[in-house]
């Protein structure tokens, strides 16, 4: 794995981090960024193209709609709450 080397001293942010990775692995990063993208564009064609139109049930009284499906978008705290 060859990396290309950039000084620290006098470089900028940007060109630290762009010379940090190879052509190679950029192109890696951006598939997969492509790919979280494209699964996350489904995902909510899915949502709003095929589940909310039908109007599916989760368990005995629970609608699966638009709210449901958000909330897997929306960021939760992983540090527990003091008592």
């Given at each position: 794995m060859a990396t290309v080397a950039?000084?620290?001293r006098g470089a900028s942010r940007w060109e630290r981090i762009r010379g940090g990775l190879t052509r190679?692995?950029?192109i890696t990063?951006?598939?997969m960024a492509a790919v979280?993208?494209?699964l996350t564009?489904?995902?909510c064609f899915?949502?709003?193209a095929i589940v909310v139109?039908?109007?599916f049930q989760l368990g005995d009284t629970g609608v699966f709609g638009v709210g449901l499906g958000i909330t897997a978008y929306t960021p939760r705290s992983?540090?527990?709450r003091a008592s």
């Open positions: 950039v000084g620290t190679s692995e950029w990063v951006g598939l979280v993208l494209g564009a489904l995902g899915l949502l709003f139109p039908n109007h992983t540090t527990p």
